[in-house]
């Protein structure tokens, strides 16, 4: 069974053509918990957002720009106010969850965004940044209640739409949207300064959706599950999109759990899961604590006959941790694929493509190339698999065109725009190779350049750590770099010289950055996971930190055998010295998920 819908390509036309149809429009569209909204309500609840917003906003010009910010985990009410601003021909402006302190107020100020809308649980980081920001007036901060049993500080959502709009079901505003316009911007770090917010229009991800659902043959009987967040592009391309486009269902999850991943799959029928980073690894180690040994896993959820999970897909993953979630859901396959929120390059892996691989590239102007801007030869494997010209094969992604794909530019970031298409060459940031199988070239991800940092999924800055990591009283001099992680892309590493007399105090280095998290302006995934000290620091001919022979021996006792090192595992709660040991400990790790190579290049 598949749905036509015959609408213009934006977001109000799409959602009423999905409301008003007489199989669609009862469906159920979104759950979270308990809670279900049919297409015609979230396209009710969506309008009514849109009438609030533009009421809000008043007069909008270039000097009073439709902008609306939303700090917010996952929930119904995020996607009726992404639909509102769609019906409205509004900007959504999608702040990460896990800023604080000045990057959040100069996030919020950047976006020029006039109404906010903050979860009740990060209402107080809001409170706390008020005095600084520049175009949001009081009145305009409104709080989704997410806890039932704390009263709302601040002015509630929910109250202002009931008083403000009502609660019936009304015609959409009479706004003329255009489909190039920016639907939404969501944010990545930039190399340096704040993060970047990316464009992403409503052709942009109604296309996504389309081929994405595609790609995986869902239909409207399909159940997709959104555990990443909402105000990233791994949810919205490949979690909203594709289920949006078929007339299915989404199963929503406040934010990740491992532990109640199964049992959110089996209550809610879900039939795939979109994921990015370390989360499958979670998972599985959750699935083994509590049954067990494999056999019992593969009867609680395998065999369970409330299990209609099929598909997987995302990035960042181990090849081990594919296929075992594969074989302990009984999955009919897991697609690895490698894109970004600018969505210029794209691949999708298929059943049969090289192990490892994040797909076939199709888009014959997407190179891999060295730093004098020469294609690299593509990949040739020694009799024991492994990569005998690995230097010259590895280079940055790149795709030569006069045009930039999906990729419609930073949001008021001319600089960034030039730094990332130049020449007429669109650089991805990313490192990769190429290895050849009859005449089809199939991409492989090796990691970020040296001025990026990718972890779980997201990219940021390695100069933004590096400088939350410098604002230590004893650190004199820091450098950030992202190194191999055994379960997902990288993890943080930082050099350190401390200030002359300043000795080294592993468990007050930890509270530091345990209070920059929650007082200052740190990510937890910025959290360093390794960290080196240093006497001196490499520099540049231009005294720059000359981070990549840092990067190159990262936290390896056998190329630093006297160095001082200390690592921190997830549950610590102090740093620790990182022993011969256990850095043989950490390459049985590696080697488990198949990725030694990472640890000896």
């Known amino acids: 069974m598949a749905f036509q819908f015959d609408a213009p390509l934006v977001l109000g036309a799409q959602i009423d053509a999905r409301a008003n149809h007489p199989e669609v429009g009862g469906r159920t569209c979104a759950m979270q918990g308990d809670r279900r909204w049919t297409y015609r309500q979230f396209r009710d609840e969506s309008v009514r957002n849109a009438h609030l917003l533009l009421r809000r906003l008043g007069t909008i010009d270039d000097a009073r720009p439709g902008h609306v910010a939303m700090l917010l985990e996952n929930h119904l009410e995020l996607l009726s106010l992404y639909g509102g601003c769609g019906y409205a021909g509004l900007t959504l402006f999608g702040v990460n969850t896990g800023l604080r302190g000045e990057t959040l107020a100069g996030v919020l100020n950047q976006s020029k965004a006039r109404v906010l809308v903050v979860d009740q649980r990060f209402a107080h980081e809001v409170t706390r940044v008020a005095k600084d920001l520049k175009h949001l007036a009081p009145e305009n901060i409104l709080v989704l209640r997410t806890d039932a049993k704390a009263p709302v500080e601040g002015n509630d959502l929910a109250k202002a739409l009931d008083a403000e709009v009502g609660t019936k079901s009304l015609d959409a505003p009479a706004v003329d949207v255009d489909a190039m316009k920016p639907l939404m911007i969501i944010y990545t770090s930039g190399t340096t300064g704040l993060p970047k917010g990316i464009k992403n229009n409503h052709f942009?991800?109604?296309?996504?959706?389309?081929?994405?659902?595609?790609?995986?043959?869902?239909?409207?009987?399909?159940?997709?599950?959104?555990?990443?967040?909402?105000?990233?592009?791994?949810?919205?391309?490949?979690?909203?999109?594709?289920?949006?486009?078929?007339?299915?269902?989404?199963?929503?999850?406040?934010?990740?759990?491992?532990?109640?991943?199964?049992?959110?799959?089996?209550?809610?029928?879900?039939?795939?899961?979109?994921?990015?980073?370390?989360?499958?690894?979670?998972?599985?180690?959750?699935?083994?604590?509590?049954?067990?040994?494999?056999?019992?896993?593969?009867?609680?959820?395998?065999?369970?006959?409330?299990?209609?999970?099929?598909?997987?897909?995302?990035?960042?993953?181990?090849?081990?941790?594919?296929?075992?979630?594969?074989?302990?859901?009984?999955?009919?396959?897991?697609?690895?694929?490698?894109?970004?929120?600018?969505?210029?390059?794209?691949?999708?892996?298929?059943?049969?493509?090289?192990?490892?691989?994040?797909?076939?590239?199709?888009?014959?102007?997407?190179?891999?190339?060295?730093?004098?801007?020469?294609?690299?030869?593509?990949?040739?494997?020694?009799?024991?698999?492994?990569?005998?010209?690995?230097?010259?094969?590895?280079?940055?992604?790149?795709?030569?065109?006069?045009?930039?794909?999906?990729?419609?530019?930073?949001?008021?970031?001319?600089?960034?725009?030039?730094?990332?298409?130049?020449?007429?060459?669109?650089?991805?940031?990313?490192?990769?190779?190429?290895?050849?199988?009859?005449?089809?070239?199939?991409?492989?991800?090796?990691?970020?350049?040296?001025?990026?940092?990718?972890?779980?999924?997201?990219?940021?800055?390695?100069?933004?750590?590096?400088?939350?990591?410098?604002?230590?009283?004893?650190?004199?001099?820091?450098?950030?770099?992202?190194?191999?992680?055994?379960?997902?892309?990288?993890?943080?590493?930082?050099?350190?010289?401390?200030?002359?007399?300043?000795?080294?105090?592993?468990?007050?280095?930890?509270?530091?950055?345990e209070g920059q998290v929650a007082h200052g302006s740190m990510d937890r995934k910025w959290f360093p996971d390794f960290l080196r000290l240093v006497d001196e620091f490499e520099y540049t001919q231009t005294q720059k930190v000359l981070v990549r022979n840092l990067k190159k021996v990262h936290f390896c006792r056998r190329r630093l055998p006297e160095e001082s090192l200390y690592w921190r595992r997830r549950e610590d709660k102090a740093y620790r010295p990182l022993t011969a040991d256990e850095y043989e400990r950490l390459r049985e790790d590696f080697a488990k998920a198949e990725k030694l190579d990472l640890l000896d290049r």
């Open 204 to 513: 942009k991800f109604l296309a996504i959706g389309m081929t994405v659902s595609g790609l995986l043959q869902i239909g409207p009987d399909d159940v997709g599950y959104a555990c990443m967040p909402l105000f990233h592009s791994n949810a919205m391309f490949l979690g909203f999109h594709p289920v949006f486009h078929v007339g299915g269902s989404l199963a929503i999850r406040e934010r990740f759990s491992a532990s109640q991943f199964a049992p959110d799959v089996l209550r809610h029928g879900v039939s795939y899961w979109n994921y990015v980073g370390e989360p499958m690894h979670y998972i599985l180690a959750a699935l083994m604590k509590e049954y067990g040994s494999e056999e019992k896993i593969l009867d609680a959820v395998a065999r369970n006959p409330k299990n209609r999970l099929r598909f997987a897909l995302g990035n960042g993953a181990s090849p081990p941790d594919l296929e075992k979630f594969e074989r302990w859901f009984g999955l009919e396959d897991v697609f690895e694929l490698y894109g970004s929120t600018e969505a210029a390059i794209s691949t999708f892996r298929k059943k049969g493509d090289p192990r490892g691989s994040v797909g076939e590239v199709t888009d014959q102007n997407v190179k891999i190339l060295n730093e004098r801007g020469q294609d690299c030869p593509p990949a040739t494997l020694g009799p024991d698999g492994k990569i005998t010209n690995y230097a010259e094969a590895v280079g940055e992604i790149c795709r030569v065109a006069e045009d930039t794909g999906l990729f419609q530019g930073y949001f008021d970031n001319p600089n960034a725009d030039q730094s990332k298409y130049r020449g007429g060459i669109y650089h991805s940031g990313d490192l990769g190779h190429i290895l050849e199988r009859e005449g089809t070239r199939f991409l492989f991800f090796d990691g970020r350049t040296d001025d990026w940092i990718r972890k779980d999924g997201e990219n940021f800055s390695a100069q933004q750590v590096a400088r939350l990591v410098q604002e230590h009283p004893d650190v004199q001099l820091a450098a950030a770099y992202g190194v191999p992680c055994a379960v997902s892309d990288e993890l943080v590493m930082v050099a350190v010289k401390l200030r002359d007399g300043a000795r080294f105090d592993p468990k007050a280095f930890y509270d530091f950055c």
